[in-house]
């Protein structure tokens, strides 16, 4: 029902049913931030049930081709927000990839989480770097924007459940905390590690580890 609101009140701003004067088009633009927020907390508590009930298990696949399973997805489905919060992504993606076992769909969520935060928590206009590598015995994914970050006290509050940081310029944007909660459950699923790094006022960066295949295991 939701979706529905927004994508009706969307098709009223770009005036599908009519012209409509510019003081009903910045109460539809409030709709439309409300909505969108409220759509964002159900995805997220939805996501929490899912996993404190232990309904989630994942649905382990092997495949080399983790970028364009996992990461091309999500980046074209951020397209429009990312237009218009005036964020510039850039990416670096390896020619190849070791073979790795993961689930693609927590995968995706796992990076939409990530991908929703550094917009959210970002500098408007900015800039976010999405990378996938290999390091070591393991397949590396972060992402990192440009914003306030946060310093090294601060990083014993990330990745629980319904923790935020107490920073004044991301306390101040909506949030449920539960995004970077949720990618850690994935990651442990994954029999993987999480990320967070950052330098204060400049940048933070976030992501994942998760195993790859020892090469005599690569069997496709």
Aim: proline share 6%; hydrophobic share 40%.
């Amino acid at each position: 029902p939701i979706a529905s609101v927004i994508m009706q009140t969307r098709a009223l701003q770009e005036g599908m049913f009519g012209a409509l004067p510019g003081n009903q088009l910045e109460i539809l633009e409030a709709i439309m931030e409300r909505g969108q927020h409220l759509l964002n907390l159900t995805s997220d508590y939805l996501d929490l049930a899912r996993f404190e009930g232990g309904s989630v298990a994942a649905r382990i696949e092997r495949s080399k081709d983790f970028v364009g399973r996992v990461c091309l997805p999500p980046l074209n489905a951020f397209k429009s927000q990312l237009s218009e919060a005036e964020i510039k992504v850039t990416t670096s993606f390896p020619d190849e990839l070791p073979v790795t076992e993961f689930d693609p769909g927590l995968m995706k969520v796992a990076l939409t989480n990530l991908l929703s935060n550094a917009i959210k928590y970002g500098n408007s206009p900015g800039q976010i770097h999405l990378k996938v590598s290999r390091y070591d015995d393991s397949l590396k994914l972060t992402v990192r924007n440009a914003g306030p970050g946060f310093s090294p006290e601060m990083r014993g509050h990330l990745f629980r459940k319904f923790s935020r940081l107490p920073k004044r310029e991301l306390v101040s944007r909506p949030g449920s905390g539960v995004g970077l909660y949720v990618v850690w459950q994935i990651a442990r699923l994954h029999k993987g590690t999480v990320i967070a790094h950052s330098v204060e006022d400049d940048w933070a960066e976030f992501g994942f580890y998760i195993p790859i295949l020892p090469i005599e295991d690569e069997s496709m």
